[in-house]
Structures are given as C-alpha cells and as structure tokens.
C-alpha cells in the first residue's frame, strides 16, 4: 500500500472510484468532470491517493478556497482497511499546515460516511442543502484529537 500526493495523470482512476462508490453516487457523472478533478488538485487544494498493486483504492481532496474537504473516497472493496483514515489524517494534516480556517464537508444522513466523521471528531453543525449534514472540524479540534490519539 502506497499513499502519496495525487497528480492529474492519476484522474482516470480517481474518476473511476469515484463512479464505482455505493453511497454519496452522482445521479449524472458529468457533474464532476476531469476538468474539475484537475482544477481542485492543482489549483484550488491538494489531493492524495492510495495505490495498491498499482491500482487507487481511494482519494481525498481539500480544497483551500472553499475551506472544504471536496472529496475522500473509496473502493467498496477496500472499505475497512483503514485506508480512508490514513487519507483524512494526511489530508487534514496538510490543510491545517496551510491554514488555521475551519473545514467543513457534507454528506448524506445514515451513510457509513455520517459514522466516519463523527468518530474522527468531525462536529455537526446543521444542514447543507435538503439532503446532507454539515460537519465542521476546527484547527483547535484537529490539534488536540491528533494528541489525544496518538
């Protein structure tokens, strides 16, 4: 297992887990385009990938323009490897050492995605849209988890 900072050739198969998720699934795949994937990864944030027998088993992208983690994703088959939070502590580990901005994401009620970032101490703070809870993590809160953790 390989995590290492994403590059624009690695969006084809950053686009294809992003496809082959079972929650949080796009109702029309053009909405995220790889202009998009590039933009944020170059010019917006910073992304990672996990690589496995030479294949991205999942991804994470923040983004320091919106103060927002736009992307942290998995291959359900490499689900509970504990992949996803080795991606979310590197990736948090960089925004906080850009900036000291709140982050904050959303995601659907119910998902599996709910109970990961509550239990990486992600903190609810309402609604985003109709559909999706809002989760803030503050510089602060990363600090002192990251000590209580380890």
């Known amino acids: 297992m390989l995590i290492r900072e994403a590059q624009a050739t690695d969006i084809p198969q950053i686009q294809s887990v992003r496809h082959a998720v079972k929650e949080n699934v796009l109702s029309d795949h053009s909405l995220v385009t790889d202009k998009h994937c590039e933009e944020y990864l170059t010019k917006r944030g910073k992304g990672w990938v ?3 027998e030479n294949e991205i088993a999942g991804f994470a992208i923040a983004d320091l323009v919106s103060q927002n983690v736009w992307a942290l ?3 359900p088959e490499h689900e509970g ?3 996803g939070k080795r991606l979310h502590n590197i990736m948090l580990d960089w925004y906080f050492s850009q900036t000291n901005k709140t982050i904050w994401l959303s995601t659907g009620f119910k998902t599996r995605a709910e109970k990961f970032y509550r239990l990486q101490g992600w903190q609810e703070v309402g609604l985003h849209g109709k559909k999706e809870i809002k989760f803030e993590m503050s510089s602060e809160a990363w600090t002192n988890r990251k000590y209580t953790i380890n």
């Open 73 to 75: 994703f998995l291959r």
């Open 50 to 52: 996990c690589e496995i």
């Open 81 to 83: 490897k504990g992949i």
